[in-house]
Nanobody
Framework: QVQLVESGGGLVQAGGSLRLSCACS????????MGWFRRAPGKERELVAA????????YYVDSVKGRFTISRDNDKNTAYLQMNSLKPEDTAVYYC?????????WGQGTQVTVSS
């Protein structure tokens, strides 16, 4: 059973930074495409960033380009999302997802709140 556990969320002032971690257990982390999603109050869930297992190429939604960095450490079975220059509109519950073909695994989410 694959389990994903996010951590690192919290309350930060605008302009601050947080680093989210997504620890994976029970599976072969190195072959999962990893993604970070977020759901803000009253909004649909959106993909924020993703990184492939094949070449580590990252993807970012336009609103976070230049501010967020996704990475992975296959030795630690962990994916990360470094978030800099945070804005109030980044406030959301952040989820990580591991994907392999048509199988998706989700974490429970971690709250990020950015105050103005």
């Amino acid at each position: 059973q694959v389990q994903l556990v996010e951590s690192g969320g919290g309350l930060v002032q605008a302009g601050g930074s947080l680093r989210l971690s997504c620890a994976c257990s029970g599976g072969t982390f190195s072959v999962y495409h990893m993604g970070w999603f977020r759901r803000a109050p009253g909004k649909e869930r959106e993909l924020v960033a993703a990184i492939t297992w094949t070449d580590g190429k990252p993807y970012y939604v336009d609103s976070v380009k230049g501010r967020f960095t996704i990475s992975r450490d296959n030795d630690k079975n962990t994916a990360y999302l470094q978030m800099n220059s945070l804005k109030p509109e980044d406030t959301a519950v952040y989820y990580c997802k591991a994907a392999l073909v048509q199988i998706n695994y989700w974490g429970q989410g971690t709250q990020v709140t950015v105050s103005s």
